[in-house]
């Protein structure tokens, strides 16, 4: 079965780089067809959607925060991370790692994250 | 970016009850339209895929319907255990979104 867990510093300096990384257990990173996402949940609000990776290395980005996120993929660690730039207090919230799957129907693909970790919660402050 | 829009935004609903969540898209999604359960510190769970298909392992007492622009969550004979937030997510287009949450208490 797989996991996902999030770990990184949970206290960032406002205009500093916040990195995350999560660690894949119990399957490979590289195996399937799979995207490795990362979302994050203000305090008090919801959902919003980073941005993913394949194992590959392609991305693709939420345009909201595209000028300062970078993903990576490690599969020789089964890890992928997220870095976002330039951050303010506004960047405070819960940082979820999820694999996205999809579903084939005839004509169609469908996505969805079926697997996340638990959260990390990180506040920007000095 | 594919607005959602769900309603209401909490509920109270009781044991052995019945609740619907409604999640509208600001234009069709066809039936690329997922709901999560979230409760704080667990890791989220998703319960319904494409719009109508359940996810493995997920209980027959969560339902999902709608096509185009009009979505339903259902809990039949709901459970303590199904207190918790929801929140509905298109797949259409990236940037995936996600609605505002539905509080069940």
């Known amino acids: 079965q797989v996991q996902l867990q999030e770990s990184g510093p949970g206290l960032v300096t406002p205009s500093q780089t916040l990195s995350l990384t999560c660690t894949v257990s119990g399957g490979s990173i590289s195996r399937g067809t799979y995207y490795w996402s990362w979302i994050r949940q203000p305090a008090g609000k919801g959902l919003e959607w980073i941005g993913r990776?394949?194992?590959?290395?392609?991305?693709s980005y939420n345009p909201s925060l595209k000028s300062r996120v970078t993903m990576s993929v490690d599969t020789s660690k089964n890890q992928f991370s997220l870095n976002l730039g330039s951050v303010t207090a506004a960047d405070t919230a819960i940082y979820y790692c999820?694999?996205?799957?999809?579903?084939?129907?005839?004509?169609?693909?469908?996505?969805?994250?079926?697997?996340w970790g638990k959260g990390t919660t990180v506040t920007v402050s000095s | 970016d594919i607005q959602m829009t769900q309603s209401p935004s909490s509920l109270s609903a009781s044991v052995g009850g019945r609740v619907t969540i409604t999640c509208r898209a600001g234009e069709t999604i066809r039936s690329y339209l997922n709901w999560y359960q979230l409760k704080p510190g667990k890791a989220p769970k998703l319960l319904i895929y494409a719009a109508s298909s359940l996810k493995s392992g997920v209980p027959s007492r969560f339902s999902g319907s709608g096509s185009g622009t009009d979505f339903t969550l259902t809990i039949s004979n709901l459970q303590p255990e199904d207190f918790a937030t929801y929140y509905c997510q298109q797949s259409y287009n990236t940037p995936w979104t996600f609605g505002q949450g539905t509080k069940v208490e």
């Open positions: 990776i394949y194992s590959s290395g392609s991305t």
């Open positions: 999820a694999r996205e799957n999809n579903w084939n129907y005839p004509g169609s693909y469908y996505y969805f994250m079926d697997v």
